[in-house]
């Protein structure tokens, strides 16, 4: 058969087998679903238990500091109109909190839509060199070598989030799947495919330029600090009140530091999400299992055809398609026609003249 046709049939066999295996198989959760289900246990779920220790734990540490360090004049006294230290020493907290909190969570979310932009950049130059490794290499004994290793540049570099960019750009010549296409496609003078695998290496570099880590651990550890430090001052301020107080306002004290801390720690959750680079519904996972679905039918589908061109059963994939030869025909056929004789009359008439 023509190839687009065998490329046609090789895809809808390939989503007719998809769709027989989900039908065996047992309702299972989409990609998405799973990424949002995990992201959502790791950023709500600590945030409810923070929330719920403080507010049952709030009179207790309010009691433990007065019964311990502190008595509730001195911390009057601390809190005082005069003196303002606890005061001005949560405002100062609070303060440098949001400011780190707020650029951290900026950059990191930029540095998130950087990485998309690149994935699609990529991913346009990959199909690019793809297209044009089917036109130039098509026949050729080392067609399906390229394809391989276009395959396992898509397996073990496209797709390898979970490994660091530094690591992806150290790996020597010898194990790049794009050295072993330009090698297959160039005999002594570079070919026509080399800029193309340029500029799929600069697509690449940005890719892994966007994915490095620029926030570091330190400082989601410095977070986590300050926000306890300024958690820390609430219960202080709270031991004043411990004499003499009536458990109700134990009881709204307690529901807004429960609250405050559960607000702390889904700021803090959220931030950490973004700075992981897969695994959550802040990540990329999702939108690159997408794009290079497509790539790998794409690639399955020309490794196919390839061996069916060595084994003699498939034609040229540069033939025409069957629409196309059929048009042709026609038009051959129109020409191959004698053409129509003409009347006695126009012949007189042209005789005449």
Known sequence: PPPAMSLGRSRERREAA??????????????GARRGLVTSLRVVLPAVVATAVGVEYYDNLSAYINANWLDASSI????SDEIQFIPSFLTVLSLLFSILAGN???????QQESIYFALYAEVSEAKSLLEQMALVCSGRPFYRDALRAMK?????????????????????????????????????????IYETV??????????????????????????????LLELAAFPLLGAGTAVGAPQSIFNVQGALFGGLCGATTLVLRIIQEL?????????????????????????????????????????????LSPELRQVLEDADSDDDEPPPKRGFFRRRRRRDE
């Open 18 to 31: 998809r769709a027989r295996l989900k039908r065996r198989q047992p309702f299972q959760l989409s990609i």
């Open 76 to 79: 009057r006294f601390l809190s």
């Open 104 to 110: 951290a969570y900026q950059s990191l979310y930029s």
């Open 152 to 192: 396992a540049y898509v397996k073990a570099d496209l797709r390898r989030l979970d490994l660091a960019p530094a690591d992806l750009m150290a790996r020597p010549p010898a194990e790049d799947p794009l050295e072993a296409i330009m090698y297959l496609t160039s005999v002594g003078v570079p070919s026509v």
């Open 198 to 227: 340029r500029d799929l290496r600069q697509a690449r570099g940005y890719r892994l330029g966007a994915m490095q880590r620029k926030f570091p651990r330190l400082g989601i550890a410095l977070l986590y600090l300050l926000a």
């Open 275 to 319: 700075w992981r680079t897969s695994g959550g519904a802040f990540n990329v996972d999702e939108v690159l299992t997408s794009m290079v679905r497509g790539l790998a039918d794409e690639l399955d589908a020309r490794a196919a055809q390839a061996l069916a061109l060595e084994r003699g059963v498939a034609t040229d994939p540069r033939a």
